[in-house]
């Protein structure tokens, strides 16, 4: 397998609906590696879900993911989780998350990731979506989210179970 297949050759395919990327996939934009954004299922109704990839900026000048997109979602934004008060809560990251120069951020359950909200439609294991990633320097970049089993990578358990503020 390929980690040099062209984000072309991705996007067509994701545009037939071909879900093949059950390995793990990366993406470059510029000096950004984008490692296997996934997604955990979601059951049937429910509004929202989460995508969670690895950025590496290997440049030498910092870069900040500002905006994501999908056309499964009506809302999409990059959210933060951290533990407060021995509750674990998310919020919006307003001002984009930092890429620090040379670093590695990973989205990942628990952490960071990106908030798809108002699905219109179930994320179902074994298919995959588009995601629309926009960096304040290096620009957008198309990647084919794979959705995996509701407890993949599971070691922190559903990221949207008891959490506040479902509702917005
Ligand atoms: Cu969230």
Known sequence: MSRFIGRTAIAALALLGVSTFAFAHDYTLKSLSIAHPYARATAPGAPVGAAYLGIENKGSTPDTLVAAKSPIAGTVQ????????????????????????????????????????????????????PLTLTFAKAGSIDVDVNVESMGAMGAGGDPMKGMPGMGH
């Open 78 to 129: 990059i959210h933060e989780m951290s533990m407060d008060g021995g509750m674990m809560k998310m919020r919006a990251l307003p001002n984009g998350l930092p890429i620090p120069a040379g670093g590695k951020v990973s989205l990942a359950p628990s952490g960071y990731h990106i908030m798809l909200m108002n699905l219109k439609q179930p994320l179902v294991a074994g298919q995959s979506f």
